[in-house]
């Protein structure tokens, strides 16, 4: 199983041209990104999955749980709703990651609405592949 870090990569990758012709804002992409996992509630479609990938990644899940104590104020219950945890875990991983790609923070970017062209889904895939594990995600 491929590590957190470079499963939200991954998400980025692989999703990110499913999105060209897309007018958003860049400091929205990650939700745009993430929206559909946020709406089912579920990225694996199994408990049992999730459990797994909970297990796997028990290391960031502790500090995810530290981090949306601290920024939200409040705790998802990882052992009584694994699936929301780790989309919510998962989605805020691929902001960060978003989040170090400076096409998409650029001042003149951030709270623009962009066109997701060919072109411009490109650009950000290659800082996405630039950005390296070992930075804080949470």
């Known amino acids: 199983m491929e590590s957190f870090f470079e499963y939200c990569k991954n998400y980025i990758l ?3 041209e499913n999105y060209e012709g897309n007018v958003v804002y860049m400091c ?11 709406a089912d509630g579920t990225f694996t479609y199994s408990t049992a999955k999730a459990e797994q990938y909970l297990i796997e990644w028990i290391g960031e899940a502790g ?3 530290d981090y949306e ?24 991983g691929v902001r960060a990651i978003l989040s170090q790609c400076p096409t998409v923070t650029s001042d003149e970017n ?28 949470f």
């Open 28 to 38: 929205d992409l990650s939700i745009e990104l993430t929206e559909g996992m946020c």
């Open 69 to 92: 104590k601290a920024n939200f104020g409040q705790n998802t219950n990882p052992f009584s709703n694994v699936e929301l945890f780790l989309v919510r875990m998962v989605s805020e």
């Open 14 to 16: 692989d999703n990110l």
């Open 110 to 137: 951030w709270n623009s609405e962009m066109e997701l062209t060919a072109e411009l889904i490109q650009k950000i895939k290659d800082e996405v592949e630039e950005v390296e594990e070992g930075e804080d995600l």
């Open 63 to 65: 500090e995810y749980f």
